[in-house]
């Protein structure tokens, strides 16, 4: 069989009205989300709940909109045919970084609610919040989230922009310009998502500190974009064209990406809980004590369980990974894990060993995730679902058709 | 090897023959002739190439093999005995207190219990592989075919064994040479 | 023997990996060649002869450490890590890469991996042997080695399994160990070919022998395809937790310096980044003095040179993360870790290990850098060097300067600590020079797979 390139590549009728009622539906879900949280900050006076459910919420949604743009400039530049049928749903990804922005504003406000740096009393009480001050205070911490969002969104702004003017005039010149952008982009990233985790993350408590807490970020937002990416392009594949695009051997290779990340994460995963439980050193054990004990132990081992050991057994099986039902099974557990990861990460930090779940632990997600669904989808159908000129277009429709 | 085969039909009518050797050019040809060869009905049959042709294994159906699931055993069981030697050997055998950890000290175990069981998959890869092959066997028929040499270089070879129920010494011959082939002869036991 | 075969090259490769015009006979012959012939070159006897030199100050170095003990080396309190371990660590790093090329660029289906595999995993087995050598020296009573291992014993004691120093055992004889099963996996075939090419009675004996009787068949290329997938699936996990477990003997520890979460990955990266440099260090002249530029064309070069790059910004990553967290962590012993690093009687060796780490590597950025094969190697000695320094300035650093500052001290190598490090370079070379008289450097099997000619047409697959 020869490269099928009169398919069009449009979203089909089908698949508009197929990508409207997930629309509606999305945004059902994230408006209800969105009241109830409103309403806990407003009605149920708990602006300290409101902003910790909703900080570990949007960290998950950050990783589904940043993600995908590590994803992107790593497919320019190893090229290949693996990263083809995911660019359109990635760049999408990438356009939506402008609500994400407005998501934040939230957390800006929610300082005082989520950080110990931003009270100058406890700052003067406590030696190394006093020494991390320089570092940690409201004007710089702003600057820091400005640079991020500003270079997520060039980055985004770029890849979307040359890609039309590929889809446009050919690859010749826009071909080059993302190859370009990729590798300083992705240096880009690496150091943002760091500083983001630091910021965002580490700083919620002031004596803990790890150098792997950017790379398990890292790896978070590559597993969340890639699962969440697995089962969107299950879902399109019910229509055209994506029906006439994708075959076993796309979810194979994606399937595999998504088992190594599996296994990234558990690696790094183990490492740092290794080397500080070995270690033993007061100012780093009390970070896995209170997330090891009492009714945080159990999420604990479920994350040894079901983040690492359930989807890792499932996905070295060849036969799963073609099976693109069954592989999105897998991917839409995955993201349940992912989000499982990041509560038990956040949590914590407020409330010490004691296990905490609070009825926003589930509105926030479901709000945050529905709003961004929703405008996830209006991106996602405005362009074609496949690059019209990318080089190895030819090869990736050929792929698994040989 | 390097004895010359039986050469032609004559002297192999009285000698039991192991089987009819077809030489290819191309992967192409060799394919073509193994599919053609299977769809005739002929099973007792096998390829000589010198380097894995994917397409083979779909034309001969070679498709399963057990080495992944050895592979599996070898893994488990040198994982269970790498742990169970740690835990026999602090816990029951020789407890002592090590920087305050406790006796039981899994989250360090992990890391020699990983090793043993890359050994033991790795060690059950290998020596599976040789018993699935059945090697080392440093005689084998087909190296008396003539210009057999040439199966480690650039040629591609057929071989229909003569334990095939189908196998006729003439009719195979025929079929053989009615499939592209540079040449057919015999293979002497 | 071989007729002339006029194949036409109707799809050429896309991507140079492979010179046009090669055949499956020709490749044959221009490979195996190399050691199927009466003629050595003078390059050659000049790499073994270097080899064999080094090899003696190795055998003069030991055979005065067996005598007089590691107090020879310039191992005082507190830095009781020096040499030794700075050698064992970038040993072990620079066979990673051959477990790379081999094993991880197998299961993303790289092709160009394999006109270089052969001589990367020998280059790893080697590396290996050089690594393995230092902790054993460094015992004091190496005769006593196999302590190190569990096993029944009237002493009534038992390695203590939670320290890294046994997790080592464990990880380096198994690393040995499957990487030397693979490597020969990977030569069973090319030992047929040898066999069947050698013109003399005694070579052909020998390579038989050691071929087991291979003869290509396809039932055993299928069972052969299956173990090469199932070998490089587990060398893949096995060769990062290697130096996982190598970090882990500084991690664990609470010294300052060294107890950083982010050292499993950042050792792995650097290992690479150091594996990779040996690994084109090999393969430039090898390639030019053997003819092969057609199978180690200028694209093998440029890829190895991507690598390098990607993990050499790794390993500046780790730089910036490790000065930040530093300062951020609050820890005044980290903080004074860092600084004297920077700053104390180290920091000449700290701001080479920079400057040859991360900033003379991002040349490697332009492509013209990547495509001249002699700034390329250039560039690569560069890196070993840093590599080496970098290791050098983590182990002896930390330890000359820890937490109490009456007990500081600082390290002053010996000529023989010097000694046993070219030794075993001497060591590394022969062994080297050897594998590429006596056996094929490039696997000859997997270059022919990347022939046109190769691939079975669509039609007749189906």
């Given at each position: ?85 995911i ?139 890639m699962a969440f990416l697995i089962a969107l392009l299950v ?16 979810f194979?290779?994606l399937g595999?990406l998504m ?65 693109a039902?069954?592989l999105r099974?897998v991917a839409i557990?995955v ?68 | ?189 | ?462």
């Open positions: 069989m020869t490269a099928q390139t009169s398919v069009d590549f449009r979203v089909s009728d089908g698949l508009r009205s197929d990508l409207g009622r997930w629309r509606t539906r999305a945004l059902i879900v994230g408006v209800i989300g969105m009241l109830a949280m409103a309403a806990g900050l407003l009605v149920f006076h708990q602006p300290f709940q409101f902003y910790q459910s909703y900080l570990w919420a949007f960290l998950f949604v950050l990783g589904l909109a940043v993600g995908p743009l590590a994803w992107l400039m790593l497919q320019y530049l190893t090229g290949g045919a693996w990263g083809v049928v660019r359109r749903p990635a760049e999408a990804a990438a356009r939506t970084l402008p609500l994400v922005l407005v998501l934040f504003l939230p957390i800006i406000i929610g300082i005082p609610n989520l950080y110990p740096w931003a009270h100058p009393a406890v700052v003067a009480a406590d030696r190394v919040l006093t020494h991390q001050a320089p570092y940690l205070n409201y004007r710089f911490f702003l600057l820091r989230a400005l640079v991020y969002f500003f270079g997520w969104m060039f980055l985004s702004y770029y890849f979307n922009r040359w890609s039309l003017v590929e889809d446009r005039d050919g690859p010749a010149k826009a071909h080059g310009k993302m190859s370009f952008l990729a590798g300083p982009g992705v240096i880009f990233w690496s150091l943002s998502v760091t500083f983001m985790s630091i910021d965002w993350v580490l700083s919620l408590h002031s004596q803990w500190f790890s150098t792997m807490f950017g790379l398990l970020f890292m790896v978070g937002q590559g597993l969340t974009s879902a399109l594949q019910a229509r055209a064209p994506m029906s006439q695009v994708l075959t076993k051997r796309h194979h290779d595999k088992f190594a990340l599996t296994m990234v994460w558990a690696y790094f995963s183990y490492s740092q809980f290794l080397i500080i439980w070995t270690g033993n050193l007061p100012e780093e054990i009390p970070w896995y004590l209170s997330r090891t004990n009492g009714g945080w132990g159990y999420i604990a081992m479920g994350l040894v369980l079901f983040h690492f050991a359930l989807p890792f057994s499932l996905l070295l099986s060849r036969d799963l990974k073609r099976n039902k069954l099974n557990f993201l349940f894990m992912r989000m499982v990861d990041l509560f038990w990460q956040v949590t914590p930090y407020f409330y010490g060993s004691a296990f905490h779940l609070s009825w926003m632990d589930i509105a926030a997600p479901a709000g945050l995730i529905g709003i961004w669904l929703a405008y996830f989808f209006i991106q996602l159908e405005k362009r074609p679902l496949m690059p019209l000129h990318e080089p190895n277009l030819e090869e990736a429709l050929n792929h698994g058709r040989e | 090897m390097s004895e010359p085969s039986a050469s032609g039909h004559a002297t192999a009518e009285s000698a039991p023959a192991y089987g009819l050797i077809a030489e290819f050019q191309t992967p192409n040809a060799l394919v073509k002739a193994a599919r053609a060869a299977r769809e005739k009905g002929y099973r007792k049959l096998d390829a000589y190439t010198p380097f894995p042709i994917e397409e083979l294994t779909d034309a001969l159906h070679l498709h399963h093999n057990r080495l992944p699931l050895l592979v599996l055993l070898g893994g488990l069981t040198g994982g269970a005995l790498g742990y169970l030697l740690q835990y026999f050997v602090t816990v029951i055998y020789y407890p002592i207190n090590v920087g305050g950890r406790p006796l039981h000290s899994w989250p360090e175990y992990f890391v020699i219990t990983f090793e043993c069981t890359i050994l033991f998959a790795g060690l059950t890869t290998v020596l599976g592989l040789l018993g699935l092959c059945g090697l080392p066997m440093p005689y084998h028929p087909v190296f008396n075919a003539k210009r057999f040499a040439l199966a480690s270089r650039d040629r591609f070879f057929l071989c229909i064994e003569s334990e095939d129920p189908l196998f006729e010494r003439q009719k195979t011959a025929q079929f053989l040479e009615s499939l592209d082939a540079k040449e057919v002869s015999e293979v002497a036991h | 023997m071989a007729e002339e075969q006029n194949v036409v090259m109707e799809r050429p490769e896309p991507h140079e990996i492979i010179a046009p015009g090669y055949t499956f006979s020709s490749i044959t012959d221009q490979i195996a060649s190399v050691v199927q012939t009466k003629r050595t070159p003078p390059f050659w006897f000049l790499g073994f002869g270097l080899g064999l030199a080094l090899l003696g100050v190795f055998a003069i170095s030991t055979t005065l450490l067996f005598i007089l003990g590691p107090g020879i080396w310039g191992l005082r309190t507190p830095v009781m890590w020096g040499f030794a371990i700075t050698n064992f660590v970038w040993w072990i790093g620079i066979g990673h890469a051959g477990t790379l090329i081999s094993a991880i660029l197998l299961l993303l289906n790289q092709k160009w991996r394999n006109s270089i595999n052969r001589f990367a995993e020998a280059m790893t087995l080697f590396a290996v042997a050089c690594a393995g050598m230092f902790p054993i020296l460094h015992l004091g009573r190496p005769w006593l080695a196999f302590w190190l291992f569990p096993y029944p014993d009237t002493m009534g004691i038992e390695p203590n399994f939670r320290s890294p120093l046994v997790w080592d055992v464990f990880a380096v004889s198994t690393y040995a160990t499957i990487s030397a099963v693979f490597w020969f996996v990977g030569l069973i075939p090319d030992l047929a070919t040898l066999r069947d090419r050698a013109g003399n009675k005694i070579a052909r004996v020998i390579y038989g022998l050691l071929a087991m009787g291979w003869r290509g068949s396809a039932k055993h290329w299928s069972v052969y395809e299956t173990a090469s997938l199932l070998l490089a699936g587990l060398a893949t996990p096995l060769v990062l937790s290697v130096h996982t477990v190598v970090s882990f003997d500084f991690t664990v520890a609470i010294v300052p310096g060294w107890h950083s979460t982010f050292f499993p990955p950042y050792f792995v990266a650097g290992a690479i980044y150091s594996g990779f440099a040996m690994v084109l260090v090999l393969a430039i002249p090898l390639r030019s003095v053997y003819g092969l530029e057609g199978l180690i064309t200028d694209k093998h070069l440029d890829n190895c040179g991507k690598v390098m790059l990607a993990t050499g910004l790794i390993v500046a990553y780790a730089y910036i993360l490790e000065a930040f967290t530093g300062w951020y962590s609050g820890n005044i012993f980290e903080a004074a870790a860092i600084h004297h690093r920077m700053t104390g009687p180290y920091m000449s060796s700290y701001w080479s290990l920079v400057a040859c780490n991360i900033i003379a590597p991002q040349l490697l950025w332009f492509k013209r850098i990547r495509n001249t094969p002699a700034l390329l190697f250039l560039s690569s000695m560069v890196v070993l060097c840093g590599m080496w320094l970098e290791r050098f300035v983590i182990i002896v650093s930390s330890l000359a300067q820890d937490f109490v500052t009456s007990s500081w001290g600082i390290f002053h190598a010996t000529r023989w600590d010097w000694g046993v490090f070219l030794g075993t370079i001497g060591l590394f070379l022969t062994l080297f020079f050897l594998f590429i008289r006596g056996l094929p450097m490039i696997s000859i099997f997997e270059v022919r797979t990347l022939l046109p000619h190769a691939k079975v047409d669509k039609e007749v697959a189906e």
